[in-house]
């Protein structure tokens, strides 16, 4: 039924999401909101479950309750369907709070890893220099007092970051605070710089 539903509606998001909606009711017998997948429909005389115990409907109510549980978060869902990359980032900032600006975009998908060092165009002041041990001197970024030299400007970063991502695709971004913190720096970023 699942495979059917997406089948129908491999590109139709809207669709997709009223496939799976239509899904757990038709499973207990009600056919009111499925689509030209549904062989009830077409033919309801002889009409058998082929996937289910004895192609009877379902009547189990707790069962039903946990199944739209599941179908409720149909972007969820839709999202893992495509077999995204699962893509886990994580930056190092000049300074904390609303003007922190990027130092390092690091990235893995579990198989390659990327990682740049990011020219600040400010001071890194010292409390964040005491938790990433980056400090720029003289036009030089020094990690843990050594050099750092293929250290890149932030626009650089961000367009090879976005090309890495883009061989990617589709992926999903995860990072430690990233609704809060890190997603929001790097689209500020991405914007100042035109990537986006
Ligand atoms: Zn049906």
Redesign the pocket.
């Known amino acids: 039924m699942l495979g059917y539903a997406l089948k129908q509606n491999k590109v139709d998001e809207k669709g997709v999401q009223n496939g799976l909606k ?1 899904i757990v009711p ?1 499973a207990y017998g009600d ?1 009111s909101s ?1 689509g030209n997948w ?1 062989g ?2 077409k033919n309801p005389a002889s009409y058998k479950h082929r996937g289910l115990p004895h192609g009877k409907d379902l009547m189990n109510k707790s069962l039903r309750q946990s199944l739209e549980k599941i179908i409720e978060i149909p972007l969820f869902y839709h999202a893992l369907l495509l077999k995204p990359s699962i893509v886990i980032i994580g930056l190092q900032y000049l300074k904390t709070g609303n003007d922190a600006e990027i130092l390092e975009i690091a990235a893995t998908d579990g198989k390659d890893e990327f990682s740049y060092y990011i020219k600040p165009c400010n001071v890194i002041s010292p409390e964040a220099s005491a938790v990433n041990k980056l400090t720029f001197q003289r036009g030089i970024l020094f990690y843990d007092g050594k050099p750092i030299t293929d250290a890149i400007a932030m626009d650089v970063a961000l367009k090879t970051f976005t090309e890495w991502l883009k061989s990617r695709m589709p992926c999903i971004l995860v990072a430690h605070n990233c609704k809060s913190f890190d997603a929001r720096f790097l689209v500020q970023a991405a914007e100042k710089n035109g990537v986006m």
């Open positions: 239509s038709h056919h499925c549904c009830y429909l």
